[in-house]
């Protein structure tokens, strides 16, 4: 059964870091995407970040790039999100997904983890 879990949110300030882990199994992360999304609060999801299961190609929504960094560590099939320089607006819920294109559109992915929340408040 394909299987995606999230962990590592929490409560930060700004300008402090966060390390989201996305641990998949069930399906060979190599013949697959992985995207990170977001959803803050009467907000629609959002690409933030995606990369190819095979870690050779990624990408990055425009208000993270430069201060976000996508990673997957295949023998442990899973994925990171490295948050630095984080701001208020980051505040969501953080969600990955399996995927068949690495695009910031949700339609692109089929599998879902439960999430996971980042607050960034003072």
């Known amino acids: 059964q394909t299987q995606l879990v999230e962990s590592g949110g929490g409560l930060v300030q700004p300008g402090e870091s966060l390390r989201l882990s996305c641990a998949t199994s069930?399906?060979?992360?190599?013949?697959?995407?992985v995207g990170w999304f977001r959803q803050a609060p009467g907000k629609e999801r959002e690409g933030v970040s995606c990369i190819a299961g095979t870690g050779v190609h990624s990408n990055y929504a425009d208000s993270v790039k430069g201060r976000f960094t996508i990673s997957v560590d295949h023998a442990k099939n899973t994925v990171f999100l490295q948050m630095n320089s984080l701001k208020p607006e980051d505040t969501a819920v953080y969600y990955c997904?399996?995927?068949?294109?690495?695009?910031?559109?949700?339609?692109?992915?089929?599998?879902w983890g439960q999430g996971t929340q980042v607050t960034v408040s003072s």
């Open positions: 069930g399906f060979i992360l190599d013949y697959y995407v």
């Open positions: 997904a399996r995927g068949s294109h690495c695009s910031g559109y949700v339609e692109d992915y089929s599998h």
